[in-house]
């Protein structure tokens, strides 16, 4: 069964740092893109960017580009995003989902940031 | 950047009803198009792909259609686990992906 397992919800400061977690199981976690996507509270959907776990080859949103950073430890098939510096309009839901034949179709159960002073 | 528009905002209807939602695009990016539903507190489930093939596992009330800058999917009889948002996706290039505003169907 294909599975994609985020990490935990975070609350966070204003200018620190966070990284969270997509573990992906139950397929060959290398030969697929990884999709991260963002839901602002009461929001739609917004599209981060994509790794390829084999290569790590990349690609950013540029909404995002600059903002946060994709990568992938394919040892432990997981892939991650994180920021160096938060601020408050990070706060949402993100998910990580599996990019097959050119759409998602397993999503994470969704990780929720608070950025908050 | 491909934007979609989604119409209409909100769609009240009963179960049993069909519905019929719309996703519009800027510019035409052959049928590169998916539909997605999300539940309160649920991550987003793919229904349909390049524009009109269901994906596995979802039921055949659910069809989509179009091509080019309109698109649309259709619920032919609602069921009261269908009462949800819908968005679509665009994928016209790898890299470039968005979704719409989506569309929320709700218990008249």
């Known amino acids: 069964e294909v599975q994609l397992v985020q990490s935990g919800a975070e609350v966070k400061k204003p200018g620190e740092s966070l990284k969270i977690s997509c573990e992906g199981s139950g397929y060959n976690f290398n030969n697929d893109w990884i999709d991260w996507v963002r839901q602002s509270p009461g929001k739609g959907l917004e599209w981060l960017g994509i790794i390829y776990p084999a290569d790590s080859d990349t690609s950013y949103s540029p909404s995002v580009q600059g903002q946060v950073t994709i990568s992938v430890d394919k040892s432990i098939t997981t892939a991650y995003l994180q920021w160096s510096s938060l601020k408050a309009s990070d706060t949402a839901i993100y998910f990580c989902a599996r990019r097959n034949g050119g759409y998602d179709d397993y999503w994470g159960q969704g990780t929720l940031v608070t950025v908050s002073s | 950047e491909i934007v979609l528009t989604q119409s209409p905002a909100t769609l009240s209807l009963s179960p049993g009803e069909r519905a019929t939602l719309s996703c519009r695009a800027s510019?035409?990016?052959?049928?590169?198009l998916a539909w997605y539903q999300q539940k309160p507190g649920q991550a987003p489930r793919l229904l349909i792909y390049?524009?009109?093939n269901r994906a596995t596992g979802i039921p055949a009330r659910f069809s989509g259609s179009g091509s080019g800058t309109d698109f649309t999917l259709t619920i032919s009889s609602l069921e009261p686990e269908d009462f949800a948002v819908y968005y679509c996706q665009q994928r016209s290039n790898w890299a470039r992906v968005t979704f719409g505003p989506g569309t929320k169907v709700d218990i008249k």
């Open positions: 510019q035409d990016f052959s049928s590169y």
């Open positions: 390049d524009a009109s």
